[in-house]
């Protein structure tokens, strides 16, 4: 079946525009997980979801991040007032619970 | 959260076994032990897990030490579709949702 989508895969902001990442998961998967991986390193974790409640959001780096999955799918990654700093890559996965995780290609975000 | 260490990179030469270590020595008897890998320009993919016993499947071997401090993954003939990150990460029932921390990972270049 179909794989972690993820939309777009690229993106260029201008320093101080918003963005959404749109990240579609494998059908039936009940967790849902943000990572932002920076040129060079790992993924760092951002937030987690269990269908459409947020239960963790520690990994969000300020409060311009914002993460939704209101109905327990689809997720979107807002970001507010893009700065340089924000540019990475963002990762998407999903999985049944307790069990491990199946990513998305990710989302290049470029901010100029 | 228990640490991992894993050295920088490792080279290899294709068809050959290749063995990716990485220690763990504060680890806790409920943290399980998995191995995601990430090609380049991909999300990262899930390799292998386990818990005390060595474990196989069809993607790879992992041999975690008696007392669990260490653990390796085996790659049983290296092919260069191989070369990528290896992240070894321990997960215990307080991540949330099993939430991943990749930490900097082992760079595997594979040479034909």
């Known amino acids: 079946g179909a794989g972690v989508s993820q939309s777009p895969r690229y993106k260029v902001a201008k320093r101080g525009q918003d963005v959404a990442l749109r990240c579609d998961p494998i059908s039936g998967h009940v967790s849902l997980f943000w990572y932002q991986q920076a040129l060079g390193q790992g993924p760092e974790f951002l937030t987690y979801f269990q269908n459409e409640a947020q239960l963790d959001k520690s990994g969000l780096p300020s409060d311009r991040f914002f993460a939704e999955r209101p109905e327990g799918s689809v997720s979107t990654l807002k970001i507010q007032r893009t700065q340089q700093e924000d540019s990475a890559v963002y990762l998407c996965a999903s999985s049944p619970p307790r069990v491990e995780q199946y990513f998305g290609p990710g989302t290049r975000l470029t901010v100029t | 959260d228990a640490k991992t260490t894993q050295p920088n990179s490792m080279e290899s030469n294709e068809e050959e076994p290749v063995h990716l270590p990485c220690n763990h020595s504060?680890?806790?008897?409920?943290?399980?032990i998995h191995w995601y890998r990430q090609l380049p320009s991909q999300g990262p993919e899930y390799v292998i897990h386990?818990?005390?016993s060595n474990v196989n499947n069809r993607m790879a071997s992992l041999a975690i030490a008696e007392d669990r401090k260490s653990s390796t993954l085996i790659l049983h003939r290296a092919t260069l579709r191989d070369a990528a990150v290896y992240y070894c990460i321990l997960i215990s029932n307080s991540n949330s949702g099993y939430a991943l921390n990749f930490g900097k990972g082992t760079s595997l270049l594979v040479t034909p």
């Open positions: 386990g818990l005390t």
């Open positions: 504060t680890i806790s008897g409920t943290d399980y």
